[in-house]
């Protein structure tokens, strides 16, 4: 009797951990998802800023809305 109960314990704990294994799969899944949509955003808004960059002979150009700010 004292074995089955010892056995319903040890399968009790072999859920939980399970559980948490998985949990923390999805949750490392999740985050890995969050980080890779937040690179892209990056990407975007280096890309759009490479966009905006002139190189005019020794100094740039950064184009906004039809104003021009130069920086030496």
Known sequence: MAQYGQQEILETQELHVAQEVQDQREQHAIQEAQDQHALLEIRTLVQQLLDRI???????IVVDHQVEVHLQ
Do not use: F, K, N, S
């Not at 002139?54 to 740039?60: A, G, R, Y």
């Open 54 to 60: 002139i190189v005019h002979e020794d100094h740039l």
